[in-house]
């Protein structure tokens, strides 16, 4: 079965970058036509996509995030990463990895389990 584990650092300064990692087990992250996804929830509000790297490397942003995130992969560990630089205290959010298993008539989700990023000095 696939399953997904963030990790990284639960706390980041303003200003500073925030780095963290998603491994997958159970799936490869290069087989057609899967999909690596960012997803976040600020305390309060709703879950909100970040972005995607797909089976074949293209990478996907939502445009009110692109200017200052990146989501690159490594095949070799079946990981994929998230960097967001230029954090600020409304970046505080729980945020997920969830991988996405597109097929002809059905698209399944899994998710990680989640991490707690607070964004304070």
């Known amino acids: 079965q696939v399953q997904l584990q963030e990790s990284g650092p639960g706390l980041v300064k303003p200003s500073q970058t925030l780095s963290l990692t998603c491994t997958v087990s159970g799936g490869s992250i290069t087989t057609s036509y899967y999909y690596c996804n960012w997803i976040r929830q600020p305390p309060g509000k709703g879950l909100e996509w970040m972005g995607a790297?797909?089976?074949?490397?293209?990478?996907y942003y939502s445009p009110s995030l692109k200017s200052h995130t990146s989501i690159s992969r490594d095949t070799s560990k079946n990981q994929f990463s998230l960097q967001m630089n230029s954090m600020t205290p409304e970046d505080t959010a729980v945020y997920y990895c969830a991988f996405r298993v597109v097929g002809g008539t059905q698209t399944d989700y899994y998710w990680g389990q989640g991490t707690q990023v607070t964004v304070s000095s």
């Open positions: 790297i797909a089976y074949d490397g293209s990478t």
